[in-house]
């Protein structure tokens, strides 16, 4: 969500605030109509119908109390202080250097909600006829002064910038030399432009310079001693979604639910961030409390429907994919991927587009569309790159397409993120680990010979298998029709290996292996023992049985070549 362009810093005040003066100095309470009483205000309510001299009993009895809170504000004692400029408050609440006082003691105890609330009761009391004013200043102008300037800085403090503004106006007016008043009024037009300065960064999508502006507006707000304004600490998470800084995002919306509780703004907010991390019970809950603080909050109304769609969708994905349905579980995946969008303020889909596109790139992988599924795990990486399970699909995928060096840096990844994060199961890391080790034989392989490819067949081929292939792929390169006899040596060897059993296991786990140079019977020969092998004997075997571990097997020389119908050569 874009910043609205009327900010909190442009509110009325009432949030809490920050230092009780421009120059940074503890205000003076009996600065206010040098510390005497001369307005004349309406006897207070807990006077009328007494006598004259009641009521002035009770005017004099606020007077001494107000003193005794003078003295104990001078002391530094700011509690105490706040305690008997109430009492002198009950015995008349009409008196504004009371209030203002009282502001000025809540004011050195950084408690600026409450001082904002009295500067604000002082001026209603010193301006009742503000509704119809004249061209001569009121007699109470210097009372207005102080409490106005006093207003200011609260409403500074707090980021209400465009009350403040109005509150030097009015004082401006009054009293246009005033130096503190034009010292703030340039403190707040700094501030104002740092805050402009987020609204265009932010509007042009320019995270670095937007966060770099609004870090600026919360340290003028912070040097103050104040809170900073709740609306900056919702364009603070937002900017760390468009970011994709999910912790800070998820301190933030942490921050700021906690400060309004009972905001529906910043719970739908809070909502936001659990969503887009995944987090989709926890979101819902969230929205649903923000809907019963309001049930007309547009945001969190869209944001429980697209929560609902999505934690469906997936689940339905997930059912489809373990049931092996798998062309039904990558449309569930992708019609939850369209609900969850890819917008730039929102961290383009966060971790949980993130964790879908990874359910995709599995499901893919078990199709055998391998470049499918990396065009989806690379995107679901690039939102998260700590998952060792979008990691190790990667990792076999580049494996299956031959990207042995890929394949290995991957699961070696997957191994680092699988142990750091404590989510994945001992079992998952030893499977890992097993996984890293094929791969390293694979590459190793492929810089040697590969004996399963030599022959055609997969790493999962069966006895039966490699005896078809061999016979197939000895028929197509023996060098007496016209073959190729380094690949004919190939082929053989290949065969000797795979068809033993304790050779093939050692070939499988990445010991050199050559097939004939460790047998006696083929010693010597040229060709790894195949040289003087001639067509007789190679039939011969085809017919009565295949050799084992390249020896030389006896069998009926001539007739066919046992299923091949009699193919001669």
Not at 378 to 399: W, Y
Not at 445 to 453: C, H, L, N, Q
Request: charged share 30%; aromatic share 6%.
């Amino acid at each position: 969500m874009a910043p609205k362009k009327k900010n909190a810093a442009k509110k009325k005040a009432g949030t809490p605030a920050a230092s009780p003066a421009a120059s940074g100095s503890t205000v003076d309470p009996t600065a206010l109509n040098g510390g005497s009483t001369s307005h004349t205000a309406t006897p207070p309510p807990e006077t009328r119908g007494q006598s004259p001299d009641a009521q002035e009993d009770a005017t004099k009895a606020a007077e001494k109390t107000k003193d005794r809170g003078n003295t104990a504000f001078k002391a530094g004692k700011y509690k105490e202080a706040i305690d008997l400029y109430t009492e002198a408050i009950v015995l008349n609440p009409l008196e504004p250097a009371y209030l203002t006082n009282r502001a000025a003691a809540y004011m050195a105890l950084k408690r600026f909600k409450p001082a904002l609330e009295d500067c604000q009761q002082a001026m209603f009391i010193l301006s009742p006829g503000s509704q119809s004013p004249s061209s001569s200043p009121p007699p109470n102008a210097a009372a207005q002064v102080k409490a106005l300037l006093r207003l200011a800085r609260c409403q500074y403090a707090v980021g209400s910038l465009t009350a403040a503004q109005a509150s030097l106006a009015r004082l401006l007016a009054l009293e246009p030399t005033n130096v503190p008043a034009i010292q703030l009024k340039q403190k707040i037009g700094m501030l104002e432009g740092h805050v402009k300065n987020f609204e265009t960064a932010y509007g042009r999508k320019d995270w670095a310079m937007a966060r770099l502006a609004l870090d600026k507006c919360t340290q003028s707000i912070e040097a103050e001693g104040g809170d900073v304004p709740a609306e900056w600490r919702v364009w603070k998470v937002e900017l760390e979604l468009a970011r994709g800084s999910w912790e800070a995002a998820s301190i933030g919306a942490n921050e700021a639910v906690r400060v309004a509780p009972n905001s529906p703004d910043a719970l739908a907010l809070r909502g936001l961030v659990l969503f887009l991390t995944g987090k989709l019970p926890q979101a819902l809950q969230h929205v649903q409390s923000a809907l019963r603080m309001d049930p007309g909050h547009e945001r969190a109304q869209k944001l429980r429907k697209r929560v609902k769609d999505v934690e469906r969708l997936k689940e339905e994905g997930n059912v489809a994919f373990k049931t092996g349905k798998l062309q039904e579980a990558v449309d569930k995946y992708a019609e939850a991927l369209e609900k969850i969008g890819q917008s730039e303020e929102e961290g383009k889909g966060g971790q949980i587009r993130a964790t879908l596109l990874s359910n995709r790139a599995t499901t893919l992988f078990k199709m055998a569309l391998y470049e499918d599924a990396l065009a989806d795990v690379d995107q679901s990486l690039e939102l998260f790159p700590h998952s060792f399970k979008a990691l190790r699909t990667r990792a076999r995928c580049n494996l299956n397409l031959e990207k042995y060096e890929s394949a290995i840096s991957d699961f070696k990844s997957a191994i680092q993120e699988a142990s750091a994060e404590g989510t994945a199961s001992d079992a998952d890391v030893r499977a890992l680990k097993q996984e890293l080790k094929k791969a390293e034989v694979d590459f190793k392989r492929s810089k040697t010979k590969d004996y399963y490819k030599i022959l055609g067949l997969s790493k999962e081929c069966t006895e039966s298998e490699i005896k078809k292939a061999y016979r197939r792929e000895s028929l197509k390169h023996h060098p007496d029709k016209g073959g190729d006899e380094e690949q004919f040596k190939l082929v053989s060897e290949a065969y000797a290996v795979l068809s033993d059993s304790q050779k093939r296991f050692r070939y499988d786990q990445g010991d050199d292996e050559d097939g004939m140079g460790g047998d006696d019977d083929m010693h010597g020969h040229g060709m790894h023992g195949m040289s003087h092998m001639d067509l007789a004997e190679l039939f011969a075997q085809f017919h009565g049985g295949f050799p084992r571990g390249g020896g030389g097997g006896g069998g009926r020389r001539g007739g066919g070549m046992g299923g091949m119908g009699g193919f001669p050569f």
